[in-house]
């Protein structure tokens, strides 16, 4: 079972750090485009399917993938690579620029043409795949001017770097060692996507994530996807080319890191469905690079980036996973398997209602002392549960109690109120006010549906004014906690208790 507070980490820093992280991803940009169609008979003219094109769509390919994958994530992204000076650049500069990607470091050339894949798909399977590429090594000039602009990004405050190579012409010895050795002097951390079986070019990174099959070539041998195997070679393969992390993505089997000081991390495979594996390397490499320089424990980052995975791959074509995607499947998981509880932030649930917001899931929010649970409360937030998708409960804390009941009040501590309110199943959240009323909260989380008990008006309630729409549910007669406490004193009183 996964370590539930990797599962509260990853949440946490989704909610609250990854958007300030800023990321420079260098390497082979490529646009892929899709052309889809209906196959229904076989040419006259040659014994090949007939596709009646419906749809042709382009997304981002290559090392602009990886940095559509960290801009979905809502990381500041900069992309440093070359293209040609034709249409096809065009379409990239369109589609970075909607994806808030810097491009000012992608190299605009008139000796080469922008690096293109065109597959074809019937019927959402894949037929044909065209290849539109010239490979070559930088020129000396394209190199220059790709080291000043990082140089100038790292001056002005980098927390990573992404290496895409897809053996096109960028990813030069050279030059990488070069951006290896800088990033270091500098503490950037630097994640490579490798190809080829020579990895020397690659010495010396923070970060390496072969898959299976890229590891037994740079390793020349074959071995069967069992962890002890997989291990080993990776293990040699960090000593021999002093890589600090070495990340081996194992399909249907997950993933595994053999990191220095003898750290070992086996990830299993989260998807339940694979349609498509297109881009999923990028996923890897986006968000584990996230992760780690945002400062997440390895084990919580590679958490991460396995379960980013586990998206993307049900998914037809190149996907880049985005960040309330992410954030939704995490809360899915610690629901599910469940978790030690503990309050929310205003900024964590306000950026959780957000997230909720953004995937149309309706909101509901209540308030209340809570200080001993009964069957009427437990009523009461079911009903309110029922009106939308997610429950939000606003706790008074102590200091809060204390004013709106009397010194005597609260019975139970605002950490254990709120643990219990947590375990029930209806409750999504809950997040503690100090104030007298939620109104401030309720501005925070701007609810579809405020809901108050008793005998309350509408427009009596507080913070109405943030919310869709205000709903009165009427309590339980016969349950309260003043009514409970004056039975136990009469008890007390009695000489029963």
Known sequence: MVNKLSQLSCTKFLAEKIQQLKIAVIGDVMLDRYFYGDVKRISPEAPVPVNKVTRITSVLGGAANVAANLAHLECKVYVGGVTGDDENRRLLEGMMAEAGIDYSGLIKSDKRSTITKMRILGAKQQMLRLDFEEVGDLFEDETERLSEWLLNLIDSGLDGIAVSDYAKGVCSHNFLQWVIKTAGEYKVPVLVDPKGADWTKYSGCDFITPNLKEMCEAAHETVPNEDEPVLRLARAAAAQYDIKNVVVTRSEKGMTLAGRDGLIINAPATALDVFDVSGAGDTVAATLLAGAAGGLALEDAVYMANRA?????????????????????????????????????????????????????????????????????????????????????????????????????????????????????????????????????????????????????????????????????????????????????????????
Not at 336 to 357: C, F, H, P, V
Not at 384 to 392: E, K, N, P
Not at 406 to 416: F, I, K, M, S, V
């Open 309 to 497: 995975a586990g998206i993307v791959v049900g998914k037809v074509g190149t996907y880049p996973v985005h960040r309330d995607e992410l954030l939704k499947d995490l809360l899915a998981e610690q629901r599910k398997d469940g978790y030690g509880y503990r309050t929310l932030s205003w900024q964590e649930i306000e950026s959780l209602a957000n997230t909720w917001r953004a995937c149309g899931e309706k909101i509901v929010f209540t308030n209340g002392c809570f200080d001993i649970l009964h069957v009427g409360h437990v009523s009461y937030l079911e009903q309110a549960a029922r009106l939308g998708r997610h429950l939000i409960v606003g706790l008074n804390t102590d200091a809060s109690v204390k004013r709106l009941k009397g010194a005597t009040r609260p019975l139970n501590h605002e950490l254990d109120r709120a643990r219990v309110l947590a375990a029930l199943a209806c409750v999504d959240a809950v997040v503690l006010f100090d104030e007298d009323t939620p109104t401030e909260l309720v501005k925070k989380i701007r609810p579809d549906i405020l809901v108050k008990g008793g005998d309350y008006k509408p427009e009596e309630v507080a913070g109405r004014e943030y919310a869709g729409e205000v709903q009165i549910i009427k309590f339980e007669d016969g349950y309260s906690t003043t009514g409970l406490l004056e039975k136990v004193a009469q008890l007390v009183k009695e000489g029963k208790l």
